[in-house]
C-alpha cells in the first residue's frame, strides 16, 4: 500500500491510457461486428466463412499479433496504434459470433409480427432484432472487455505504457508492491468494464425485468 | 522489411543448432504438451465431478472469474515468488509451468463441467433404466455425450497455453518465444516478426489439428456424421438431431 500512496499519479495516468486502449478497440469491434454478424445470419453461406475467419484471427497469440501488426499497418512497433489495432482484430472475432446468435436468438414470430406491423429491412434491424439481441450481445461484451484489460497489459513487452508497465517494472526489479499493484489495477478496471457494460445492458433492456416477459418472448437463452 | 523477414526466416543458420529454430519449436511443443496434460488431468475429473454431481458449481464460476486476472500479472508473481526456492536452472522453468498449467485450468473445467450438464436427462434416465451403475452412466454415457465440448475446452486451453508459453519466454522459459523477446531487447526487428510468424503458424496448426481429432474422437452418433441413416428412422419428431450437445455458451456458466 506504501508503494501506491507514493505513485499514485504514474498509476493514474497509466491505468488512463489503459482504459482507452481496451475500451476504444470494444467500441471499434462492436461498429464493425454489428453488420458482419448481421451479413452472417441473412446469408447462410457467410455464417461458416465469418465465423472460421474470426476463430482463426482470435487464434493467433497476442504478443505475435502485436508485432507483426507494423508488417500490416506500416506503423513503428512502438505506435500505440498496433496495440488499438491488434485489440479491435481480437473484438470483432468474439463479436461476430454474439451477433449472429443474438440475432438469431430473436424468435420467429417476434420477426413475423414486425414484419406484419410493417417493419422492414433497416428500421426492422434497428427497432426490433438489435434491441432483442441485446443481452446475448452484452454477454460476447463483457467476455471481449475482461479479456482485452487482461492482453493489453502484454504490450508492456513491445514498449506502449499502460498498467502492464506496473507488472514488468515490479518484476524487473522485484518490487512485490508495484507488481501487486498492477495485479490488482487490472482487475479492478476488468470488473469495472463487466459492471459497466452489464448495467447498461440492463438499461437498455427494461422488458427483460418484467417477470414472465423473456418467457412470453420465448428468448429466453441469456 | 518483409525481405529481412524472409531471409531470416529462410537462412539455414537460423533453423540449426541447439538455439536454433528447429530445437526452439519442439521446446514449445514439449512444454504445451506437457501443460495441457497436467492442466487435463487436474482439470477433467473437477468438471465431471460437478457436472455428474451437481455439487461445487462454484468451482466453476471461480474458476471463470480467475480468467480476469492479467496473466502477465500471473507469470511474474510466480517468477518473482516461486522462482527463488526451486534451484538450478529449474528456477526459470517451473514458475511458468505452474502458471501455465493454471491458466488451462479454467478452459477444461468450463467444458467439461457445461458437457456433462448438457447431456440429454433423458439419456441419463435411460442408462440408470437399464441398470447401469452411476459410474457406467457417467463413463459409457455422460463423457461420451459430453466429449465435444470437453474437446473444445481443451482446444481453447491449447491454444491460451501456445500464447501464454510466448511470453513466458520473458521469465526465462525456452520455446519459441525466445526469438520475439530476445529480438526485441536487440531491437532486431526480422528475427522477432520471424518468431512471431512461427508462432502464430504453430497456434494455428494446432488449432487445426485439435479440430481434426474432434472429428475423429467424438462417436459419429452425437457428432451427426451418421445422420443420413437416423434422418430416416427419426424424420417426424426431430427438432435438433445435436439437441443433446448443442451450442452451450460456457461463459453464462
Not at chain 1, 104 to 120: C, F
Not at chain 2, 151 to 170: C, D, E, K, N
Not at chain 2, 193 to 216: E, I, K, N, P
Request: glycine residues 10%; positive net charge; charged residues 10%.
Amino acid at each position: 500500500m506504501t508503494w501506491l500512496a507514493d505513485h499514485w499519479g504514474d498509476v493514474w495516468s497509466l491505468l488512463l491510457q489503459h482504459v482507452w486502449l481496451s475500451a476504444l478497440p470494444l467500441l471499434i469491434g462492436l461498429v464493425i461486428a454489428l453488420p458482419l454478424g448481421w451479413a452472417a445470419r441473412r446469408w447462410r453461406t457467410a455464417y461458416p466463412i465469418l465465423v472460421t475467419t474470426s476463430g482463426l484471427l482470435y487464434t493467433i497469440p497476442s504478443l505475435a499479433l502485436f508485432i507483426l501488426m507494423p508488417l500490416v499497418l506500416g506503423t513503428k512497433i512502438l505506435d500505440p496504434m498496433n496495440v488499438v489495432a491488434a485489440m479491435t482484430v481480437y473484438t470483432v472475432a468474439l463479436l461476430v459470433r454474439s451477433v449472429a446468435d443474438g440475432l438469431g436468438s430473436v424468435p420467429d414470430h417476434v420477426t413475423a409480427a414486425a414484419t406484419a406491423m410493417g417493419y422492414r429491412g433497416g428500421r426492422r434491424f434497428v427497432a426490433v432484432d438489435l434491441p432483442l439481441a441485446i443481452p446475448v450481445l452484452t454477454a460476447g461484451l463483457r467476455v471481449a472487455a475482461v479479456s482485452n484489460v487482461s492482453i493489453v497489459s502484454v504490450a508492456s513487452l513491445i514498449g506502449v505504457p499502460q498498467l502492464g508497465n506496473l507488472l514488468t517494472d515490479g518484476y524487473n526489479r522485484a518490487i512485490n508492491g508495484e507488481l501487486i499493484t498492477g495485479i490488482v489495477a487490472c482487475l479492478v478496471l476488468a470488473l469495472a468494464f463487466d459492471a459497466v457494460i452489464h448495467g447498461v445492458g440492463r438499461v437498455l433492456t427494461p422488458w427483460t425485468r418484467v417477470a414472465g416477459a423473456v418467457a412470453a418472448a420465448g428468448g429466453g437463452r441469456a | 522489411m518483409i525481405s529481412n523477414l524472409w531471409a531470416w526466416l529462410t537462412s539455414a543458420e537460423n533453423w540449426a543448432g541447439s538455439d536454433g529454430i528447429a530445437a526452439r519449436l519442439v521446446e514449445h511443443l514439449w512444454i504445451s504438451g506437457l501443460v495441457v496434460l497436467i492442466a487435463a488431468a487436474i482439470a477433467i475429473p473437477l468438471g465431471l465431478w460437478v457436472g455428474h454431481t451437481g455439487r461445487g458449481r462454484w468451482l466453476v464460476s471461480a474458476t471463470n472469474a480467475a480468467r480476469a486476472v492479467p496473466t502477465l500479472g500471473l507469470l511474474f508473481a510466480l517468477a518473482l515468488w516461486v522462482g527463488p526456492i526451486i534451484p538450478g536452472r529449474a528456477a526459470f522453468v517451473i514458475p511458468s509451468i505452474i502458471a501455465l498449467v493454471l491458466l488451462a485450468i479454467p478452459p477444461i473445467v468450463a467444458g467439461t463441467y457445461a458437457g456433462v450438464e448438457a447431456v440429454d436427462p433423458a439419456a441419463r434416465d435411460a442408462a440408470a433404466g437399464v441398470g447401469m451403475r452411476p459410474s457406467q452412466v457417467l463413463w459409457q454415457v455422460e463423457v461420451p455425450c459430453a466429449l465435444p465440448l470437453i474437446w473444445s475446452g481443451i482446444r481453447s486451453a491449447v491454444l491460451q497455453v501456445i500464447a501464454t508459453a510466448t511470453i513466458a519466454a520473458y521469465i526465462g522459459l525456452g520455446g519459441l518465444g525466445r526469438f520475439l523477446i530476445d529480438g526485441l531487447a536487440a531491437g532486431d526487428y526480422p528475427q522477432t516478426a520471424g518468431g512471431a510468424l512461427l508462432v502464430s503458424v504453430l497456434a494455428l496448426v494446432a488449432d487445426g489439428v485439435f479440430a481434426t481429432m474432434q472429428r475423429v474422437i467424438v462417436s459419429p452418433g452425437i457428432s451427426g456424421r451418421s445422420t443420413r441413416r437416423r434422418e430416416i428412422v427419426l424424420a417426424p419428431g426431430k427438432p435438433d438431431a445435436s439437441d443433446g450437445v448443442g451450442p452451450v455458451r460456457t461463459m453464462s456458466a
